[in-house]
């Protein structure tokens, strides 16, 4: 009589491990109801043909070149997230107007006393 219960407690274990199993198979399967993106969307953005062709184009084809200007200025763009939308092939990317955000003063222990500037007169 044991052989019995001890079969139907293996029973009922494997079956909720499979079961446990089959629910995660499931979960992990089906994340891709997503809907796919506008065509108009999937055209804007440089595509990696573009970007390995523009690998070899000489500055002497100013027309490949000119475009490839433009997709490595919009990979750029897409790459450091900014959202202002294309950039003109005209435009260079520096920082120069990003002013730094002023640093978090609050965590520094109050109390203590300023640290000293070494004097440069002595050696």
């Known amino acids: ?3 019995v219960k001890a079969f139907r407690a293996l029973s009922l274990l494997t079956t909720i491990g499979l079961v446990a199993v089959a629910a995660c198979t499931i979960q992990l399967s089906g994340g891709d109801d997503s809907p796919p993106a506008p065509k108009a969307e999937q055209t804007t953005y440089p595509t990696s043909a573009d970007l390995a062709r523009c690998r070899v184009v ?3 084809e100013t027309a490949s070149y000119r475009h490839c200007q433009q997709v490595w200025s919009e990979n750029r763009r897409r790459f ?7 950039a003109d092939a005209g435009q260079s990317d520096s920082t120069t107007g990003l002013a730094p955000a002023p640093k978090d003063q609050s965590r520094i222990p109050q109390g203590y006393p300023a640290l000293a500037i070494p004097d440069t007169s002595k050696p």
Do not use: V
């Not at 450091?80 to 294309?86: Q, S, T, V, Y």
């Open 1 to 3: 009589m044991t052989d």
């Open 58 to 60: 000489a500055p002497e």
């Open 80 to 86: 450091f997230g900014k959202k202002n939308g294309p």
